[in-house]
């Protein structure tokens, strides 16, 4: 069974500019989850989707941060305009209904 | 507000040895709790799902507990291995699934 696809791994990009990233979460996942995850700490949810629709987003900096879910499928995070404490690791998640979840590799970003 | 922490931050230990790392949280209304290896650069690993109902799962050398009405969890690793060397992250989950995690344990096992 494939796992959690997220593309790109790496990103680097200066702040103001803005950057998007991927998820393809496991076949027949309802649930998909965004965490960001900064230096030291534990991941935090930014926002997670049941299908098409947003569970919840109360973490989501929504002024520069948004998300959607394609289809109930594929998902993509954007950051527009990125600063500098937005350098983590953002890691998308899936999981059948409220059951075990699975990571994906996670893409480092990095703001300069 | 749910709140997770794990101690101790940091260990180290010899190969061999058998440990315990430890978990806690402040709202003992939780749907389940999961334990996760984190490698360097790399993303989240599974290693033990205990559902609110349950007191323990274990999965080879490891062997994790819950005790909801204490707000606490511990994960067993019996004969570390020094590739048993990683992060360590508890996340209590939520009836939504969402999950809330802890800073995280950094296990060192030394030849």
């Known amino acids: 069974e494939a796992g959690v696809a997220q593309s790109p791994r790496y990103k680097i990009i200066e702040k103001r500019q803005s950057v998007a990233f991927w998820c393809n979460p496991i076949?027949?996942?309802?649930?998909l989850y965004w965490y960001q995850q900064i230096l030291g700490q534990g991941p935090k949810l930014l926002i997670q989707f049941q299908n098409n629709g947003v569970v919840d987003d109360s973490q989501l900096p929504k002024d520069r941060f948004s998300a959607e879910r394609l289809k109930g499928v594929d998902s993509t995070l954007k950051i527009q305009p990125a600063k500098l404490e937005d350098s983590a690791v953002y890691l998308c998640?899936?999981?059948?209904?409220?059951?075990?979840?699975?990571f994906g590799q996670g893409t480092r970003l990095t703001v300069v | 507000k749910q709140e997770v922490t794990q101690i101790p931050a940091a260990l180290s230990v010899p190969e061999g040895e058998n440990l315990v790392l430890n978990c806690s949280f402040t709202?003992?209304?939780?749907?389940?709790l999961q334990w996760f290896r984190q490698d360097p650069g790399k993303g989240l690993t599974s290693l033990l799902l205990i559902q609110s109902s349950q007191r323990e799962q274990t999965s080879g050398r490891l062997n994790a507990s819950l005790d909801k009405s204490s707000g606490r969890s511990t994960l067993y690793i019996a004969a570390s291995q020094p590739g048993d060397s990683a992060t360590y992250l508890c996340a209590v989950g939520g009836s939504q699934g969402n999950l809330i995690f802890g800073k995280g344990t950094k296990l060192s096992v030394k030849p």
């Open positions: 998640a899936s999981s059948l209904r409220v059951t075990e979840a699975f």
């Open positions: 709202d003992s209304a939780i749907y389940n």
């Open positions: 076949s027949g996942h309802a649930t």
